[in-house]
């Protein structure tokens, strides 16, 4: 059974905001130049040039859980004939929809 103080230190502990970027956060967040710019993830691969796609995909969700990165689409990639979702930062009319900013 768990005591009151516990489940209010816990409840403190998770209303923090945790939006530090890690630094590999910031280097795919590098390849977004413009609102307009979207890519896979093969392309922010070859975009950076310093990580390998499993890293990239990685920093890829934890951008999409904070807010930074949205799915923009999809991509028809010829090579692999399958689509592809397409990564981009938010646009302002999706950040107020989506209530990251009012």
Known sequence: MRSQFSETKSAGF???SFQQLQNKE?????AFTSESVMLTRE???DAVQEMKLSSVCGR???LMAK???VSR?????????????????P????LTLNG???
Not at 26 to 30: A, Y
């Open 43 to 45: 392309q922010i691969v």
């Open 91 to 94: 646009v302002p009319q999706q």
């Open 26 to 30: 910031r280097v795919v967040l590098s």
């Open 100 to 102: 990251i900013a009012s």
């Open 14 to 16: 998770h209303s923090l």
């Open 60 to 62: 890829v969700v934890s």
């Open 67 to 69: 807010g930074y990165l």
């Open 73 to 89: 689409g999809n991509y028809f990639c010829q090579k692999s004939k399958k689509y592809q979702e397409l990564v981009g930062l």
